[in-house]
């Protein structure tokens, strides 16, 4: 990473320095605190996808002051980023009361730094999020495959009509589509401001959509090229180094992880929600997280730019 970019951003957002100062002393030096959440507000879901285990758990809908308590506790216990998840979070409704997630959104903005959301994509991508991603993870046919007839073009559609201005594509790499993941990238690099990656993790050993090791590393090779040629990805060059066979430490008590049960986890996002097994870990964002706790600039520099910057 070159300084100037970084220090350019500095100087045209003022707020950074304070943010990163509190980053800094609250999640570097003291090391207990986590910094990101990932709020699963539903398990509720109009899609039944092969990679995702989550629409088939059960639990109760939560209501709007719920939601809010959770994201109470979330920034009292040291997160200032957030990462609304589901099921399909753009589903979720307080029927009694009619908020929905566009309330919760603007609740959540008051408390962190930078609010995301991840959905399908199926709905209208109209939501205040400061970031939404929109999960894409291969052409037509595969996609369709994976996630549903039909499913690609709506879409697609979708991503064509929205004015979001932090509109990412978040890609999960599994065997089924792993061959077809540099010609996407290029593809969807015209469609979005850029694009994530992580790597499919076999919930409760269900590894038949699992890609081995060798595989993930001559892709991530292409995809280091990609990115040095100029396509929009937004994963740093360091942790796609890392993920080639997972040689990183993994600092897990950055990541906050709250269920639709209404309770917290503090470390990997596995806990209570599926067997552990680092080896075959894929989970790109910690990568990058516990990349930049030990102080790598490029994994720094990526989440400011996703997280921070405008």
Request: net charge positive.
């Amino acid at each position: 990473m070159k300084h100037s970019p970084f220090l350019a951003a500095l100087n045209h957002h003022p707020k950074l320095v304070w943010q990163g100062i509190h980053i800094f002393r609250n999640h570097i030096l003291t090391r207990h605190r986590p910094l990101l959440a990932s709020l699963k507000i539903t398990y509720r879901c109009n899609l039944r996808c092969q990679p995702c285990p989550f629409h088939t758990m059960q639990s109760s809908e939560l209501t709007y002051s719920q939601v809010c308590s959770i994201l109470d506790q979330l920034h009292q216990r040291g997160n200032r980023l957030l990462v609304i998840e589901g099921g399909e979070p753009l589903l979720w409704k307080d029927h009694q009361t009619q908020y929905t997630i566009q309330h919760v959104v603007a609740y959540a903005k008051r408390l962190f730094f930078s609010v995301g959301i991840t959905t399908n994509g199926t709905l209208p991508l109209d939501v205040p999020s400061d970031i939404l991603w929109v999960s894409i993870d291969g052409f037509a046919a595969t996609h369709n495959h994976l996630r549903g007839e039909g499913v690609f073009e709506r879409v697609m559609e979708n991503v064509s009509l929205s004015q979001h201005p932090k509109l990412y594509a978040h890609i999960t790499v599994n065997r089924l589509n792993y061959q077809e993941v540099p010609d996407l990238l290029q593809y969807l690099n015209g469609f979005f401001r850029g694009m994530t990656l992580q790597f499919y993790y076999p919930y409760n050993r269900q590894d038949d959509l699992f890609l081995d090791f060798a595989q993930r590393s001559a892709l991530l090779q292409q995809v280091i090229e990609l990115k040095r040629s100029g396509v929009h990805i937004m994963n740093s060059v360091a942790s796609l180094k890392a993920l080639k066979f997972n040689t990183w430490k993994c600092h897990d008590h950055l990541i906050d992880c709250a269920n639709p049960d209404q309770s917290i986890t503090q470390g990997c996002y596995l806990k209570s929600r599926a067997d552990i097994d680092c080896a075959k870990c894929g989970f790109s964002p910690h990568t990058e997280i516990s990349l930049a706790c030990r102080g790598n600039l490029q994994a720094i520099w990526t989440g400011m730019k996703v997280f921070l910057l405008p």
